[in-house]
Structures are given as C-alpha cells and as structure tokens.
C-alpha cells in the first residue's frame, strides 16, 4: 500500500467518529442521533429542496417575459457543503447550540478553534488540491451564496424532522427543540418549497 493511501486511510478512519459523536446530548431522546445522521440527512433534504427549488425557478421562467431570471441551485455543491458543514466535529465533538450562540465570547474562541481544525488537521493526509477545496467548501457552507443560505436552513430543518420523530414517539422533551427550529426557519430564511413544508408541520404539530 502506498503511503498516499495511507494517509487517505488515517482520514477516512477519523472521519467514522462521526458515527459516534451523539447531538442533543443534554435532552433525552429515543432513538440514537448522531452527527453522521445529522450531515446525510442535511445533505439529502439539501439535494431534493435544491432539486425542488430548480424546478420552480424553470417554471416562473418559462412562465416570464424574460426581464428576471433568479439563477438556479448548484444541487452538487449543496450536498457537497452540506456533508463538509459539521466535519470539525470528529475532532471536537458536537457543542450544543444554546452554548456557543448565547456566549459571545465563548462562540469566537470555538470558531477560531474550529477553523484551526479544518485548516490544519482535518484534511492534512488528503492532496494538496483536494484539501484546499474542501477547505473552501467547509468554510463556505453556510454563507450568504443561496447554496449556503440553503444549506444553513436544512441545519434546522433536519434537527426539526428528527424532533418530530421524537414527538412522535411520545417524547416531549423535544418539544422545546421543535419550537426553537420552526421559529428560525420562519425569522431566517424565505424558501417557498420549505414554507410550504412548514405550513403542513405547523398544522400537525403546533
């Protein structure tokens, strides 16, 4: 084995944390939700949102004069940031989110942390190329690009797809959760598929 696989190998290893690396881990919950669950769920809904989203902007063109168009998703590079977006998290584990978004300066020391990470370790057995670009992709994932803003708002819509499982199960623990994720997805973000969604959610759920 060459010492380039090697090193691909040591990646692809520490990478598999994610499997174990639990979300939530102060609320109770049934069923085992992982961060590896929590970046392929992103990444699906990203993908069928992006795809829904592309088909709507082909209609409200063809439907036009031809003055404005609104530019389509790149639905590879939605699901590309989106199974990136956590990937620091296999070597820092998962924060909560009250945590490092209600403690100004605690979340700057965590973002600093986080970027030494991905700047210097995550990717280091990977070539050249390949490690900036994921780089690149990783620190972009959620930004003010649509496929970030996208990707940002199926970071919340994932964890309230997975609260709804628990609230299914009996679990009302997630009810709290529930509630913070469909109030930012309302405040934050305007995706007419997902609103849409959101409507249906709200009627059978609260």
Same mark, same amino acid.
């Given at each position: 084995m060459s010492e380039n696989s090697?090193? $691909?190998?040591n990646f692809l290893r520490r990478?598999?944390?994610?499997?174990?690396?639990?979300?939530?881990?102060? =609320?109770?919950? $049934?069923?085992?939700?992982s961060v590896a669950q929590h970046?392929?769920?992103?990444?699906?809904?990203?993908?069928i949102f992006a795809d829904i989203e592309?088909?709507?902007?082909?209609?409200?063109?063809? @439907?036009?004069?031809g003055s404005h168009y609104n530019s389509l998703y790149d639905t590879s590079e939605v699901m590309k940031k989106a199974l990136l977006h956590d990937i620091?998290?296999?070597? =820092?584990?998962? $924060?909560?989110?009250?945590?490092?978004?209600? @403690?100004?300066?605690? &979340?700057? =020391? *965590?973002?600093k942390v986080r970027k030494k990470c991905v700047d210097e370790e995550v990717f280091k057995e990977l070539p050249k190329n390949v490690r900036k670009y994921?780089?690149?992709?990783?620190? =972009?994932?959620?930004?003010?690009?649509?496929?970030?803003?996208?990707?940002?708002?199926?970071? &919340?819509?994932?964890? *309230?797809m997975f609260a709804i499982q628990e609230l299914d199960m009996g679990n009302q623990a997630f009810r709290i959760i529930y509630n913070n994720a469909?109030?930012? $997805?309302e405040k934050e973000f305007s995706i007419p598929s997902v609103n849409e969604i959101l409507v249906s959610i709200r009627s059978n759920y609260g």
């Amino acid at each position: 084995m060459s010492e380039n696989s090697i090193n $691909i190998l040591n990646f692809l290893r520490r990478t598999q944390a994610l499997c174990y690396i639990e979300r939530c881990s102060n =609320t109770p919950h $049934i069923r085992p939700y992982s961060v590896a669950q929590h970046s392929f769920y992103i990444a699906l809904y990203a993908m069928i949102f992006a795809d829904i989203e592309n088909e709507r902007i082909l209609i409200e063109r063809k @439907n036009s004069d031809g003055s404005h168009y609104n530019s389509l998703y790149d639905t590879s590079e939605v699901m590309k940031k989106a199974l990136l977006h956590d990937i620091e998290e296999s070597l =820092t584990g998962d $924060i909560l989110y009250p945590v490092h978004h209600e @403690n100004k300066s605690f &979340k700057e =020391t *965590l973002d600093k942390v986080r970027k030494k990470c991905v700047d210097e370790e995550v990717f280091k057995e990977l070539p050249k190329n390949v490690r900036k670009y994921y780089i690149g992709l990783w620190k =972009t994932s959620k930004d003010t690009s649509k496929e970030g803003i996208l990707v940002a708002c199926m970071d &919340k819509f994932e964890i *309230l797809m997975f609260a709804i499982q628990e609230l299914d199960m009996g679990n009302q623990a997630f009810r709290i959760i529930y509630n913070n994720a469909v109030s930012i $997805i309302e405040k934050e973000f305007s995706i007419p598929s997902v609103n849409e969604i959101l409507v249906s959610i709200r009627s059978n759920y609260g």
